[in-house]
Nanobody, 124 residues
Framework: QVQLVESGGGLVQAGGSLRLSCAAS????????MGWFRQVPGKERQFVAG????????DYADSVKGRFTISRDNAKNTVYLQMDSLKPEDTAVYYC?????????????????WGQGTQVTVSS
């Protein structure tokens, strides 16, 4: 069983930055590919970014490429999402997710575990 707890959400003005954190309670964190997703009411959960077990492989949605950076600290069992140049359309609940796999994953249905989500609101 894996428990994921996100933190770091909040209200920020357009152009600003936030860093989300996701702490994982798991024995072997490096067995898991980690992802960040976001969701707005009435829409499907959307892939944002993913990172392989070593942190060396990263994948981003086109909408955030060049603005967001995913990273992980395996010593702390934590994955991060640094969000810069935020836009109002980035407003959503952001979720951390884990899947017992080595390769890239984008589909929400391919993930095994989810956090409770953290709200990010970007004002114009």
């Amino acid at each position: 069983q894996v428990q994921l707890v996100e933190s770091g959400g909040g209200l920020v003005q357009a152009g600003g930055s936030l860093r989300l954190s996701c702490a994982a309670s798991v024995r072997t964190f490096t067995n898991y590919y980690m992802g960040w997703f976001r969701q707005v009411p009435g829409k499907e959960r959307q892939f944002v970014a993913g990172v392989t077990w070593s942190g060396g492989g990263k994948d981003y949605a086109d909408s955030v490429k060049g603005r967001f950076t995913i990273s992980r600290d395996n010593a702390k069992n934590t994955v991060y999402l640094q969000m810069d140049s935020l836009k109002p359309e980035d407003t959503a609940v952001y979720y951390c997710a884990a899947v017992y796999a080595l390769g890239y994953r984008r589909a929400p249905s391919s993930y095994d575990y989810w956090g409770q989500g953290t709200q990010v609101t970007v004002s114009s």
